[in-house]
């Protein structure tokens, strides 16, 4: 039997439909599909009540999993890691699915080793989609407000943020599917609101809204991957966005930041700024890049070009400076796409928390003096809280993680905007980040 809930006074902040156990912020309860609340059924039912949750990151090198228990009586703390599971991925290319059966088989693995850890059987999760498959357009859209007396409802602010979804440009959006939808800031009557719009007066209301989007295609490969592994989609997340739950604060999507996922054939880059992601982009080039640079560089295996990147003492005589050079070069590459990047939004050197590098290609050395020097903005390698310890510096696991961390509904995430939209995702795939606002 499923797990759902509802909340007694839906409305447009919080209607929200989900297949986890737990209870929200305001104190709404779940209740399973009977209508018996769940704190009433027996220790059958334990883990449901301690709010475990499973995350799965399909990435192009590895699929991860991680299971994670949220405790009901600190809500505050991030959920804590109570298994994990990593397999070689198969059948993807630059993040995108090509062979669903052998993804199918990479995910069962990944998940049988993470239900023998914690003893626990998984049968749904949250999913995060990453790979050149995302995007992110920003679009304006206006409502005239309904009421008699000019007051703003929600409901009206979900007419704008509508209109705007249907003032995105055709070329922008044709073949992709909407996933998450954040509206990044509101007017009334041309002049800007800060803070929520709901329950001021005027004629007219304005949003700017940010639309994170994928390939229709991947997005259906993908669920099909994991249902055929038995594991039923609760909902689809973009990867950089379940990261920044675990590696960045909230202090620092506030001041402004970048958080860039390296991985091995992309390179993902989210921007953060007054709490809110205002920008998305992926670019085609990863770790792998610099693998295969170093391996035609120094003419060595492809093996030993992997442990060399990594800065692992290697057998293979080789000359340092060479090595720094080769490796200082594709870094320079994909540094010089996010300066570009952030040219472009008008925000390069106007970034007080800096940038943030997690991902598999984060590990190499001198990363983030590289990072600093070609971006001019302070730099830091993710670290990651795990069951109370700070400074895991294993953020390959930082995406697996976020997804369990959403999914547990811990009070932090909560705090820094996520919610959960719990099999939405036939509807439209992770409505739950319309929960942002300015």
């Known amino acids: 039997m499923g797990v759902q809930w509802r909340e007694r ?7 929200l439909e989900c297949s986890l156990g737990g209870r929200t912020r305001n104190g709404a309860r779940f209740y399973l599909a009977s209508g018996v609340e769940l704190t009433q059924l027996g220790s059958v039912f334990t883990y449901m009540r301690a709010h475990i949750a499973t995350g799965i990151d399909i990435g192009t090198y590895e699929t991860k999993v991680v299971m994670a228990e949220s405790n009901p009586a600190d809500e505050r703390t991030l ?6 599971g990593r397999a070689e991925s198969r059948g993807l290319r630059h993040g995108y699915i090509v062979n669903v059966r052998e993804a199918t088989g990479s995910v069962m693995e990944a998940v049988a080793q993470a239900e023998k850890t914690s003893g626990v059987k998984i049968r749904r999760a949250f999913v995060s989609i990453g790979g050149m498959s995302l995007a992110s357009v920003i679009s304006t859209g206006a409502a005239v407000i309904s009421r008699a007396d000019s007051e703003v409802t929600d409901m009206d602010m979900e007419k704008a943020v509508r209109a705007a979804e249907k003032n995105i440009p055709g070329g922008q959006i044709i073949n992709r599917r909407i996933i998450h939808t954040v509206p990044l800031s509101y ?4 002049k800007l609101v800060f803070g929520r719009p709901s329950g001021m007066k ?4 304005e949003t700017r809204a940010l639309f994170v989007t994928c390939l229709a295609q991947h997005l259906n490969d993908l669920v099909e991957t994991v249902t055929d592994a038995g594991i039923e989609v609760l909902d689809i997340v973009a990867g950089p966005l379940a ?4 590696t960045l604060s909230k202090n620092q999507k506030v001041a402004g930041c970048l958080l860039a996922n390296i991985g091995a054939e992309t390179v993902s880059i989210v921007v953060f700024e007054n709490n809110l992601p205002i ?9 792998t890049d610099i693998t295969n640079d170093i391996a035609l560089g120094l003419r060595t295996s492809i093996e030993d070009a992997e442990n060399l ?12 400076k060479k090595l720094d050079e080769i490796i200082d070069a594709r870094f320079s590459d994909m540094f010089d796409l996010m300066e570009e990047h952030l040219k472009k939004i008008d925000r390069n050197g106007l970034l007080p928390a800096g940038i943030t590098l997690t991902g598999g290609g984060s590990s190499a050395p001198l990363i983030a003096e590289t990072a600093k020097t070609a971006l001019k903005l302070p730099s830091r390698i993710a670290t990651l809280s795990v069951n109370g310890k700070d400074n895991v510096k294993d953020s390959i696991w930082s995406v697996a993680y976020g997804l369990s961390v959403l999914g547990a509904g811990t009070e932090d995430a909560l705090d820094q905007g996520f919610s959960k939209n719990g099999g939405g995702f036939a509807k439209k795939a992770g409505e739950w980040l319309r929960q942002f606002l300015p």
């Open 79 to 84: 959920a804590r890691i109570i298994g994990t």
């Open 309 to 320: 990147k990594r800065g692992v003492l290697s057998a293979v005589q080789f000359p340092k």
């Open 9 to 15: 006074k839906p409305n447009f902040e919080s209607s």
């Open 187 to 190: 007017k009334i009557d041309n």
């Open 202 to 205: 005027g004629n007219k209301l």
């Open 243 to 246: 990261s920044s739950l675990v």
């Open 279 to 287: 920008s998305l982009e992926v670019f085609p080039l990863g770790s």
